[in-house]
């Protein structure tokens, strides 16, 4: 999605404070399809990843007054929002039960074409997935799953100071594949 | 500390991504204000991060886009019931001009629009003049706590003149006895060159330490705790402040009591 350059970030995040709708949708239009690729990597599934998605905006709107613009940048701010909105939603109890009755009614239309091997082949999700093995699974774990870094530790028996070095590498190397 | 191998060391992308530890997020938070390279290096893995998901980005379902401004305008309603409330009586009035003659429900619609017109024009500006409003009541109440402080009978003032050279250079310290707050009043200071950034300095047993980056801040600004100092001096230094003072860059000095 092109973003048309309409407003600055400072005048963007003073029009929101100021609760302008056209503000509001200008941000919509511009980021709404960004925030909905990360969510999809987490959430895995199109129409509660777009539940996810309006909450998100909601959230954006009700809280623009805590965002810190010395902290970085609005979009930066959004995706934390986005990251753990998703994350509370694939750890919620009504989640986890839908997914399982999914799962046994998927069982039976084999295998291809489901819907979760295509969200992580989009985004950023499609960039970890370039990184080696021993990487790769630190980031998924810890970005797209939430765990901390203990708990990844004791759930691949590694000791702790290895997960946080070889987290470390990977993001370096992540951050190498993003560079434009 | 090699500014060089924390920057690669991937704390940034960590941090960036939301992934940092509160004590990690708060160093760097530190750390950026005090080394341009890495506040970049921040900046840069933000673009690049932003640039990416733009690139990538899934086209929502439609609905969701008329769902929020759905939600949103229902925020708003306690503000638009009088606009409903007349729409309403207006609608029924037309419905029986209608019968009677349809040139009259124009004329009438005509009315409405207008009014309703104005009554949006209204509205934005009410909102304007309420934020402008609170703005200056926030600048008003910090106005009142700093002259509570400064009038505190446990504040210590301490006049800092411009040095020789700089005669009309001026600046206070109001510093707490009991909590050792140290509060500064940049009354007249020349404009800071780009790159460049008052700090403040203590001087205890005649040596000067950090007493904070001046940034700019509506009458008294808050700088570092000082237990003990002799003097108080402010010096012009680099952006983000140094760890000694520019001796020539001295601009106010003031002995304490």
């Known amino acids: 999605m092109e973003v048309v350059k309409k407003y600055s970030e400072p005048e963007l995040v003073q029009l929101l404070r100021e609760r302008g709708e056209s503000a509001f949708g200008y941000l919509y239009d511009n980021y709404s399809g960004a925030l909905l690729s990360i969510i999809l990597n987490i959430v895995n599934e199109e129409e509660l990843a777009n539940d996810v998605l309006q909450d998100v905006f909601v959230k954006i709107w009700k809280q623009i007054d805590s965002y810190d613009s010395s902290k970085g940048r609005l979009f930066t701010w959004m995706l934390n929002i986005a990251r753990n909105a998703s994350i509370d939603t694939v750890r919620s109890k009504s989640f986890q039960n839908s997914r399982q009755n999914r799962e046994l009614t998927e069982d039976v239309y084999a295998a291809g074409g489901t819907s979760e091997t295509r969200t992580d082949q989009i985004g950023l999700r499609k960039m970890v997935h370039s990184l080696k093995e021993e990487y790769r699974v630190l980031v998924e774990l810890s970005y797209f799953q939430g765990f901390t870094q203990d708990e990844i530790a004791n759930m691949l028996k590694i000791p702790l100071g290895t997960v946080k070095t070889r987290l470390r590498a990977a993001l370096t190397q992540l951050r190498e594949i993003i560079k434009p | ?257």
């Open chain 2, 1 to 257: 500390m090699d500014i060089k191998v924390y920057i690669e060391s991937g704390v940034i992308e960590s941090y960036v991504l939301g992934m940092a530890d509160a004590q990690e997020a708060a160093e760097l938070e530190q750390l950026s204000r005090q080394h341009p390279a890495i506040r970049k290096a921040i900046d840069e893995f933000e673009a690049a991060l932003e640039q990416q998901a733009l690139a990538t980005a899934v086209m929502p379902a439609p609905r969701v886009k008329e769902q929020l401004l759905a939600e949103l305008a229902f925020e708003k309603k306690s503000k638009k019931s009088v606009v409903i409330g007349w729409s309403r009586y207006l609608a029924a009035a037309s419905v029986i001009l209608l019968v009677v003659s349809a040139s009259l429900n124009v004329y009438f619609y005509k009315q409405f629009s207008s009014a309703h017109t104005a009554y949006q024009a209204l509205l934005v500006e009410k909102t304007s003049l309420l934020s402008e409003n609170q703005q200056t009541q926030t600048k008003l109440l910090d106005l009142h706590s700093n002259m509570q402080m400064m009038s505190d009978p446990s504040m210590i003032k301490v006049s800092m003149p411009g040095v020789a050279g700089k005669e009309n250079s001026l600046a206070t310290v109001f510093w707490d006895s009991k909590s050792k707050d140290v509060y500064l009043l940049p009354n007249k200071l020349p404009e800071a060159a780009a790159g460049k950034q008052y700090q403040l300095w203590a001087i205890v047993d005649g040596k000067p330490v950090d007493a904070g980056v001046i940034e700019a801040c509506a009458g008294l600004c808050k700088m570092k705790n000082i237990p003990t100092a002799s003097m108080f001096a402010i010096t012009l230094e680099n952006k983000g402040g140094s760890t000694a003072p520019t001796l020539d860059q001295m601009y106010v000095a003031g002995k304490v009591g």
